[in-house]
């Protein structure tokens, strides 16, 4: 998948993808996770500018995996404070106003980022399931959608569609999620 840059969301920040660190790095570094070995190697740098509280800083981001089936780039959040940011399938979300302030979606990989403006949702796609981070941080995580792999397929006012692989009959089913609550209907992974 190609970088992505996404700004649908209006957002209070100014952020430019790096193709490697900057030889002066700025005064304010923020490392995500913290904890992490090798955190240079595939990293996605960010020079992020918040238009209120924190000054400029860098943002390095871990790379979750290699290659192109995993999405990389950044999102504007709901929140206009907020920015996404995704090294290959790992996401970050970052309070661009207290930069120490984040949180790591628990997918490991995020596989999509769909943004569905109207409901002021950013939705994040794992192998499995779905999980929704609104204005006020997540809303919703759905349960199991699919044995290995969905696709969100349409929103449809209050629904997001999509499918779902069920191992038992090897065929991808339909699934319907509430955009509010997170319920959802149907998939392929059924007990």
């Not at 900057?22 to 070995?37: D, G, K, R």
């Not at 860098?58 to 206009?80: K, R």
């Not at 002021?120 to 981070?133: D, E, K, P, R």
Request: proline share 6%; aromatic share 10%; charged share 15%.
């Amino acid at each position: 998948m190609p970088l992505v840059l996404d700004s649908t969301f209006p957002h209070g920040w100014q952020a430019e993808v790096l193709t490697s660190r900057p030889l002066i790095l700025p005064a304010h570094q923020f490392v995500y996770p913290a904890l992490v070995e090798e955190v240079e190697r595939g990293a996605l740098e960010i020079m992020i500018r918040p238009s209120v509280g924190a000054g400029p800083f860098l943002a390095t981001c871990a790379l979750g995996f290699a290659g192109d089936d995993v999405p990389s780039g950044i999102w504007a959040c709901p929140d206009p404070a907020w920015i996404c940011a995704v090294a290959g399938g790992y996401a970050y979300l970052i309070d661009t106003s207290d930069p120490a302030r984040w949180e790591q979606v628990a997918y490991r990989p995020v596989t999509n980022v769909t943004v569905v403006a109207e409901h002021a949702l950013l939705v994040f796609a794992g192998f499995h399931s779905l999980l929704a981070w609104g204005r006020s941080g997540q809303i919703w995580e759905t349960g199991r959608l699919s044995w290995d792999g969905l696709r969100i397929t349409a929103i449809q006012g209050e629904r997001l569609l999509g499918l779902g692989w069920d191992m038992t009959t090897d065929r991808e089913l339909e699934f319907s999620v509430n955009l509010k609550t997170g319920e959802h209907r149907g998939g392929g992974y059924l007990v």
